[in-house]
């Protein structure tokens, strides 16, 4: 089913309305192909979105995930994208995580567990530009030396795939 709030979806809504019209524990997948980085530009609005991916997914559900990469043009141009989405932030949702972090000190925000949610980041998958391949041919495929090098430069990774999968006990 494509929801959207604009053109000629086989459902016509904004996902920043709550409650989504789908039932708790109801859906088996969701794809989010460049909507993600759309939605959400409050972070109580952004929160709310993630909350009802947990509240609508089954048990074990796969939530994909396709932005561009936040230093890549593609995102830093287009005014309708408001905020990054990167698998670091996405693993700020995985109680497990939050845990491990709590027991070593660290500081990162334990989204998890604040929101009552649990996502494990089971994949990523970095898509380098026609820039990458065009400058590293013989080694594109080398992901340390893409990450290394998209730590000083721009517009090497395209977009950033990733699935999420829900963690909760099955009803």
Same mark, same amino acid.
């Given at each position: 089913?494509?929801?959207?709030?604009?053109g000629?979806?086989?459902?016509?809504?904004?996902?920043?309305?709550?409650?989504?019209?789908?039932?708790?524990?109801?859906?088996?997948?969701?794809?989010?192909?460049?909507? &993600?980085?759309?939605?959400?530009?409050?972070?109580?609005?952004?929160?709310?979105?993630?909350?009802?991916?947990y509240?609508?997914?089954?048990?074990?559900?796969?939530?994909?995930?396709?932005?561009?990469?936040?230093?890549?043009?593609?995102?830093?141009?287009?005014?309708?994208?408001?905020?990054?989405?990167?698998?670091?932030?996405?693993?700020?949702?995985?109680?497990?995580?939050?845990r491990?972090?709590?027991?070593?000190?660290?500081?990162?925000?334990?989204?998890?567990?604040?929101?009552?949610?649990?996502?494990?980041?089971?994949?990523?998958?970095?898509?380098?530009?026609?820039?990458?391949?065009?400058?590293?041919?013989?080694?594109?495929?080398?992901?340390? &030396?893409?990450?290394?090098?998209?730590?000083?430069?721009?517009?090497?990774?395209?977009?950033?795939?990733?699935?999420?999968?829900?963690?909760?006990? &099955?009803?």
């Amino acid at each position: 089913m494509n929801v959207d709030k604009f053109g000629a979806p086989d459902l016509t809504f904004d996902l920043e309305t709550f409650p989504w019209p789908w039932q708790d524990d109801s859906v088996a997948e969701v794809q989010l192909t460049h909507v &993600l980085e759309h939605l959400g530009q409050q972070t109580t609005t952004y929160l709310r979105i993630i909350q009802e991916l947990y509240r609508i997914g089954q048990a074990n559900s796969l939530i994909h995930i396709t932005v561009p990469h936040h230093r890549h043009d593609n995102f830093v141009h287009d005014p309708t994208h408001v905020r990054a989405i990167t698998p670091s932030g996405l693993e700020l949702f995985s109680r497990q995580r939050n845990r491990d972090w709590q027991r070593q000190g660290n500081a990162n925000t334990p989204l998890g567990l604040y929101l009552d949610v649990d996502f494990d980041l089971v994949r990523t998958n970095l898509v380098g530009s026609a820039l990458w391949f065009e400058r590293y041919g013989d080694r594109a495929h080398d992901v340390q &030396l893409l990450l290394q090098e998209s730590a000083l430069y721009n517009n090497l990774i395209e977009e950033v795939q990733m699935q999420w999968r829900v963690v909760k006990p &099955l009803r």
